[in-house]
């Protein structure tokens, strides 16, 4: 998981808006990466943190996927240190969200003032630079793997069908599942509950 945060004074957002961003997910790769370097160029400053797939299984025992997501956001504001923060929501209630994330940088950062809309990577340029930068590093992660396993499995999403067929073969060929696979899936144990049961009937 990746969560990207970008910075930049108030009256500099018009330099933002005037790029024409909008959410990650609806610009071709290619648009992204050409953005990338033009965002941070404009910012002040911009971080981005990921949360491994080891640190998400671990953390699943004892909080919900949204809860590591506050603590990633509260990373982000940390490195940022901003006076005002608009995230894109990512659960139903914004009120009750931003009591969570506001104690979540109590400490470290204090009160600030936070803004948090569905949809707000599509609404606010700033929230859409964020989401580049975000979905660039992801990216990156996953061609890295791709070399690494001399595989094109694609996204790497457990939607998506070549992620799968490489998984499987990957569980059967080495009797466990890729070091940076979130085993938390419920794709992840399929697999690995499957190359249990093959190795049972097998036996």
């Not at 940390?78 to 995230?87: F, G, K, Q």
């Not at 990512?90 to 470290?108: C, I, M, S, Y």
């Not at 569905?118 to 606010?124: C, I, Q």
Request: glycine share 4%.
């Amino acid at each position: 998981m990746f969560i990207g945060g970008v910075a930049i004074a108030e009256e500099k957002l018009h330099r933002l808006e005037n790029l024409g961003l909008k959410d990650s997910k609806k610009l071709t790769d290619e648009r992204r990466k050409e953005l990338g370097p033009v965002i941070a160029e404009h910012a002040a400053e911009t971080t981005v943190k990921e949360i491994t797939a080891s640190e998400i299984d671990e953390l699943r025992a004892i909080m919900s996927l949204n809860a590591i997501e506050i603590r990633g956001f509260a990373r982000v504001i940390e490195d940022l240190e901003p006076d005002a923060v608009i995230i894109d929501l990512p659960e139903p209630n914004a009120e009750t969200f931003g009591k969570k994330l506001q104690a979540a940088v109590d400490e470290t950062v204090g009160t600030i003032d936070i803004t948090a809309e569905h949809e707000a990577d599509d609404t606010y340029p700033i929230v859409s630079g964020a989401s580049i930068l975000a979905k660039n590093a992801r990216e990156a992660h996953v061609n890295e793997l791709h070399e690494k396993y001399d595989r094109d499995f694609a996204s790497g999403y457990p939607h998506d069908t070549p992620t799968i067929e490489f998984l499987e073969d990957y569980c059967e060929k080495h009797g466990h599942l890729p070091p940076e696979t979130r085993t938390s899936w419920s794709t992840a144990q399929r697999i690995k509950e499957q190359h249990e049961q093959a190795s049972i009937d097998s036996f």
